[in-house]
């Protein structure tokens, strides 16, 4: 599917920042206006279903896991001016 491509680049360098919920939001917006228009549909319920059924998760929901990956890995960085920095 032509979505998965494109949400690395929809996401590159998001883990950083933090994001409010209003842009969560949008990022889920284009996903799911990408399955409606994928499938014909106006019913946010069909959309859903159509994700789950695929597999396939929101932006909101992946945003979150890359989070926690980045912190995972910026907690572990040895960096003297990343330790600095953190207080």
Known sequence: MAAN???PILLYGLEAPLLLKSHLSSLDF???RLF???FKTSNI???KCCQDYFGFDLTSVIWS????KFE???N???NLL???TAY
């Open 65 to 68: 896991k890359l989070v926690k």
């Open 5 to 7: 491509k494109c949400i």
């Open 72 to 74: 995972v890995k910026f």
């Open 82 to 84: 990343r330790k600095i």
């Open 30 to 32: 284009v996903i799911n």
């Open 45 to 47: 319920d069909v959309v």
């Open 76 to 78: 572990a960085c040895t």
């Open 36 to 38: 409606m228009k994928l």
